[in-house]
């Protein structure tokens, strides 16, 4: 019985041990890998981090989107309606990519103040906002209101 | 009128629904076989009105009839009728009919397929399975009713189907998914049955495997599916994204393949039993985990839609509800449950047991990364998300240790392996790999540890299956034995080769490929790799209900035309949606893509040029391991036979 109940704690122990160290592992990877989203008027009051890969979201600025003569080089305004930060990216650019659409981009932030992204995302839905985006917005006070949307879809 | 009619049919099927879920759960406790003889005819009816009702949704669409709301947003008179048809679970409202449908098709298979069942232990699961579908009806036509009508300013023309929707795999892909995400509430209505009754034998695991095997199937079937849309239609070219919701999709098939582990182990001796119905539990909660990560609409990801905030609320309150119910019970019941038989360290149980554990984790690994953000955003509002850099570091390891095992677990025997006997067989077999390996790392010019790696992992497992299928015939000869080798025999090797080629698909295809995005004027070309994309510029396109731009790529090998490649830029006017379609040349050993991006100046267009190597091997991987499930599932020692007289004391007929 005693022998039993020694193995039991023995497994008991084990499995609690392995189990820690695994869940110490996952969040130290964990946390290697997050990209922390910051809001354009964040990114202008300096509280991001230079160098790091973070996800900033907003509006495309009307009128900003410059593209290069002879590459696939484009830069253009992401505005949470308080401030705006310039975005550059190098690559073909989402279908539902166009100026006043919300999207989220991930990229460095470098010294020039200029985030340099490489990935844009834009959402399937034409009424979908992403919901970072709506957070920088409602952060900068620019929309009172959730806009409704009507559509949605399966995944 | 034939809508009202369909609604109407909804909600006699929730009444029926409810029938099902009370009366002969009731019976079952007091004993009185005429409560429990309801539940099949309730379970019955409810298909019927179920299938009625979707008949009517399907009228809706095929007939255009915009002035149902959900017809209206999802459909339009120019599509084609194949769409028209899929359009049905194209949105939420549908495809939640389409979930309670499958579930009310699941309940109707189990009540014609179980008759071998005592009639108390069908009144439970039947019971349990009226729950779920009371649950999930009460949503569908509180929350979301796909026939409500629009009373004033009847649109014309409807709004159309998301173009991103229009396309096969996404007409297959929903409802594959949802057989695999509702299948499994097959295998927990067993479990809860199980627990219900304080008998978890044998027996219970035995009825409840094929059921698992096939939604498991599904499943992955679906995913696979998603994956192939995702590469083709999304126009990236990526296979995998680990995105939420892909994730809410794989969770359940982890861990379902973890219980089909489990389940063999418990029938075959009877050990686990505890940690087979938790399993069970776990894996049907992970399925509702994944509807409330879809339709709740928390977290941002590529699948992400609009949504409405209340349906997450019911959804997330009814999983918390069966999840909490179902944890409560077997906390106390199964302290009940113990295990008899011992095995020793290198049986085939500690092998499952090896497999579970590995699956389990890294099921949570995924678990954790996807609800980490969601978590964190409660507790702190710090908005964030993970990378795929920490899934690929936590699966890629795990599922190496999984390959590992797996070959070794298909040679060991139940109860005791003899050491000597194993290390026989595999020694050869690790010895090819090797050598495999070996060969692969110095011949190829692009190779490096992974490819390596994955090389060897899968020389493993395919000759240690091999290796097996000759000791399993040794005595009658090959050609005598291989037709005596069961079903289920068969189909655990085919599931665990498409295992291996998945891997190697995976790591050879994430290795190899090559990518660029470039701006091209007609005229120009691009050598990419071994081949050379020359652009020859656009024409118009006009399709049945899309315009848009043509491209036309040739692409050349060694002075050779390989494909002639048409890549698509389409409007659809009506959702004023633009849409990449891509054009791939398919082959086993590489994939050439190309897609079109936006056009420039002097007739230039950004142009997205791929060599994908051995891509096609993650989807015939896949298939395999669906095929392989699908196989066992059909065993004969599954069908219908003759009761045991033990487990008859429970029936009156």
Known sequence: ?155 | MIPELGLFALILALCLAFVQASIPLVGAWRDDWRWMMLARPAAWGQFMFLVFSFTCLAHAFLTDDFTVAYVAQNSNSMLPWYYKFSAIWGAHEGSMLLWVLILAGWTFAVSLGARQLPETMLARVLSVMGIISTGFLLFLIGTSNPFTRILENIPADGHDLNPLLQDIGLIVHPPMLYMGYVGFSVAFAFAIAALLDGKLDAAWARWSRPWTTVAWSFLGIGIALGSWWAYAELGWGSWWFWDPVENASFMPWLVGAALIHSLAATEKRGVFKSWTVLLAIATFSLSLLGTFLVRSGVLTSVHAFATDPSRGVFVLVFMLTVVGGSLTLFALRATAVKSQASFGIWSRETLLLVNNLLLSVAAAMILLGTLYPLILDALTGAKLSVGPPYFNAMFVPLMALLMAASAVGMLTRWRDTPTRWLGRMLAPVLAVSLLVALTVATQHDRSNWAVAGVCLLATWIMLAGLRDIFDKTRHKGLFKGLPALSRSYWGMHLAHLGFAVCALGAVLTTVGSVEREQRMTPGTSIKLGAYNFAFNGVTQLQGPNYIGDRGSVRVMKDGHEVAMLHPEKRVYPVQQAIMTEAAIQGGFTRDLFVALGEPLADDAWAVRLQIKPFVRLIWLGATMMALGGLLAATDRRYRARKIEPTLNAGIIE
């Open chain 1, 1 to 155: 019985m005693t022998l039993t109940r020694k193995k039991r704690m023995l497994w008991i122990l084990s499995l609690l041990c392995s189990a820690s160290i695994a869940t110490a592992f996952a969040l130290a990877a964990l946390q290697e890998n997050i990209n922390l989203f910051y809001t354009p008027t964040q990114i202008v009051a300096g509280e991001a981090p230079m160098g790091t890969r973070i996800r900033a979201g907003g509006l495309v600025e009307e009128g900003s989107l410059n593209r290069a003569q002879d590459s696939l080089e484009v830069r253009f305004g992401v505005t949470d309606g308080a401030r705006s930060i310039i975005v550059r990216y190098q690559g073909i650019l989402p279908d539902l990519f166009r100026e006043g659409q919300g999207i989220v981009v991930l990229g460095k932030l470098e010294n020039d103040g200029k985030l340099y992204a490489d990935q844009v995302l834009a959402k399937h839905d034409e009424n979908y906002m992403p919901p970072e985006t709506l957070h920088a917005l409602k952060q900068a006070k620019t929309i009172r209101q959730i806009p409704s949307s009507k559509q949605e879809s399966t995944e």
